[in-house]
């Protein structure tokens, strides 16, 4: 089955850590570029974390900076999301994405529907 298969979301107190994970079923990762998003009620999905294929490009949302990083094991078929010192306003359904073309859209970390590969989403809590 072609699917990307999320897991290591949960409940973590503020300043926690958590580590996301997601891995393609089906097809490999080296080709492609991927990415992290985020979506809460009655917001749009948003950009977390993105990084091109080449690894020539790698954003992170403001929010998010020097707290999250985002790798790729390509060995592995693996993308991850290693969140630390987490925030309340972290919480979230996180979405990893992968997608053959659109490199501008990964540089800007840009969601979109049309993309190859999302998966089925994680839910993140930060609460005390």
């Known amino acids: 089955q072609v699917q990307l298969v999320e897991s290591g979301g949960g409940l973590v107190q503020p300043g926690g850590s958590l580590r996301l994970s997601c891995t393609a079923s089906?097809?490999?990762?080296?080709?492609?570029?991927i990415g992290w998003f985020r979506q809460v009620p009655g917001k749009e999905r948003e950009g977390v974390s993105c990084?091109?294929?080449?690894?020539?490009?790698?954003y992170y949302a403001d929010s998010v900076k020097g707290r999250f990083t985002i790798s790729r094991d390509n060995a592995k078929k693996t993308m991850y999301l290693q969140m630390d010192s987490l925030r309340p306003e972290d919480t979230g359904i996180y979405y990893c994405?992968?997608?053959?073309?659109?490199?501008?859209?990964?540089?800007?970390?840009?969601?979109?529907?049309?993309?190859?590969?999302w998966g089925q989403g994680t839910q993140v809590t930060v609460s005390s």
């Open positions: 990084i091109t294929t080449s690894e020539s490009s790698i």
């Open positions: 994405a992968a997608n053959r073309g659109k490199e501008i859209l990964f540089r800007l970390c840009k969601s979109d529907p049309r993309y190859d590969y």
């Open positions: 089906g097809f490999t990762l080296d080709n492609l570029h």
